[in-house]
C-alpha cells in the first residue's frame, strides 16, 4: 500500500517557468512532510519542510502549499531554472518519536533554456 | 566535516556471496538509516537505529541486517545476495527522531 503518492512521474519546464510537484497521503497520523531534491548520482538533500499547522511555507523560490482537509501538498518551483533540473521527491512522517519517513516514487524535473 | 560517508562507491557481487555496505558518520547523529532507491520506486527504508545498540526494521528489512555498535558507524550486512537486492543503497542520519535526515553520497551495488 503506498502511502504517500506523488505525480507527476516526469515534468519538462521552460526557464522562468513554474514547476508544480503534487503529493497526496493517506495517513491522517502523518505530521512532518518534507521535499527532498537529488541530482544525478548524488544522495537526496532536504530542500523544505512543512507541518500541517500552517497552509504554506516559502524559502526562496520554493513554496510548500499544504491542504489538511484534501490530505494533499505541493511544491512550486517559481522561476524555475536549469540549474532545478533534478529529481525531487516528497516524503511524510508519522508522529514525533517515528523513524519511518515514508516517500513518494519521485519526479524528475527538466528545465530547459 | 564529511557529513556521512559510504564505501564501497559500487560493486558487482555474484548471487549467493555475502557483503557488507559500510556507513559512518561525524555529525554525533544518534539515529542512523538504510534506504534502498529504486528507479520508480522512491527510497524505501531498510533498518534504523535510533541510538548505539539498538536497531529496527524498516519497511523492506528481509535478507539484510544491521549492527549499531557504536554512534559513528552503521554497517548494513547482506549475508547471501540475490539478484532483487540490485538497487543504490543510501545511509542517512539525524540528530533525533523526526530530525532531519541527512543523506550519504550512496552505493550502487549489482548483484548477478
Known amino acids: 500500500q503506498q502511502q504517500v503518492k506523488q505525480s507527476p512521474q516526469s515534468l519538462i519546464v521552460q526557464k522562468g517557468g513554474i514547476s508544480i510537484i503534487n503529493c497526496a497521503y493517506e495517513n491522517t497520523a502523518f505530521d512532518y512532510f518534507p521535499w527532498y531534491q537529488q541530482f544525478p548520482g548524488k544522495g537526496p538533500a532536504l530542500l523544505i519542510a512543512i507541518r500541517p499547522d500552517v497552509s504554506e511555507k516559502k524559502e526562496g523560490r520554493f513554496t510548500i502549499s499544504f491542504n489538511k482537509s484534501a490530505k494533499q501538498f505541493s511544491l512550486h518551483i517559481m522561476d524555475s531554472q536549469p540549474g532545478d533540473s533534478a529529481t525531487y521527491f516528497c516524503a511524510a512522517l508519522r508522529g514525533a518519536g517515528s523513524y519511518q519517513l515514508t516517500f513518494g516514487k519521485g519526479t524528475k524535473l527538466s528545465v530547459i533554456p | 566535516t564529511a557529513g556521512i560517508t559510504q564505501a564501497p562507491t559500487s560493486q558487482i557481487l555474484a548471487a549467493g556471496r555475502s557483503m557488507t555496505l559500510r556507513c559512518t558518520q561525524d555529525?554525533?547523529?544518534?539515529?542512523m538509516y538504510w534506504y534502498r532507491q529504486d528507479l520508480g520506486l522512491g527510497l524505501r527504508l531498510i533498518h534504523y537505529s535510533n541510538t548505539a545498540g539498538t536497531t529496527g526494521k524498516g519497511e523492506v528489512p528481509d535478507g539484510y541486517s544491521v549492527s549499531r555498535a557504536n554512534t559513528d558507524d552503521f554497517p548494513l550486512t547482506l549475508a547471501s545476495a540475490v539478484p532483487s537486492q540490485t538497487s543504490v543503497y543510501f545511509c542517512?542520519?539525524?540528530?533525533?527522531?523526526?530530525?532531519?535526515?541527512?543523506f550519504g553520497p550512496g552505493t550502487r551495488l549489482t548483484v548477478l
Open positions: 542517512a542520519s539525524s540528530t533525533d527522531a523526526g530530525g532531519e535526515q541527512f
Open positions: 555529525m554525533r547523529h544518534n539515529a
